[in-house]
């Protein structure tokens, strides 16, 4: 199910893990943030839409072991540039296009994975953040409570998410 770009460059997969989580691309390397910037120019180009979501939950390994705070800032920058990307596509369609991100349920989680969801309000690249928690699982307590507190005056919408694929017990 893997396209040629991550069959025929293995160099740019994240490193410091084994098996599954040692697949992801890592978004340290300029080719691979490049590579999901033509994926979002061509779906903004090919549909008219009022908004898209980028989901760093599915998966939210990005970077290398050891190597996701330094991430942060790569990130956050690659986020500024697709924010820049759907604005002109706004001015050329002449509608706003929300731009969402779904990450961790938890804040302290986010930044551990090397996502600033906080930041990204506050600095105006979001307009929407979906806090779900991690796949296959439920989480009864999210603490919306929180992120309203630090979101305060960012003007973003704030969502729960919930995973259909629950598996309570193994099998």
């Known amino acids: 199910i ?9 160099q740019l997969r994240r490193q410091g893990y084994e098996g ?7 978004y340290a390397h300029a080719a691979v943030r490049d590579h999901y910037l033509a994926l979002i120019d061509e779906t903004l180009a090919r549909y008219d839409p009022d908004g ?3 989901d ?3 998966e939210p390994y990005l970077f ?7 991430g942060r800032a790569i990130l956050t920058a690659w986020l500024a540039e697709v ?8 001015a050329r369609r002449g509608h706003p296009i929300r731009l969402g991100v779904r990450t961790p349920s ?10 600033e969801p906080v930041a990204w309000a506050r600095q105006g690249l979001v307009d929407l953040i979906v806090a779900t928690p991690r796949w296959a699982t439920l989480e009864y307590d ?16 704030l969502l729960g998410g919930l995973e259909v694929n629950i598996r309570p017990y193994p099998g």
């Open 142 to 157: 999210l603490p919306l409570r929180e992120w309203r507190r630090l979101l305060a005056g960012c003007g973003v919408s």
């Open 56 to 58: 760093f939950l599915r």
């Open 52 to 54: 898209l979501e980028l």
């Open 106 to 115: 938890r804040p302290e989680v986010a930044l551990r994975f090397g996502l």
């Open 83 to 90: 924010r820049q990307r759907v604005r002109q596509v706004e």
């Open 64 to 70: 290398s072991r050891g190597r996701e705070e330094a």
């Open 20 to 26: 599954y989580f040692g697949r992801a691309l890592d």
């Open 2 to 10: 893997h396209n040629d770009f991550w069959r025929h460059r293995p």
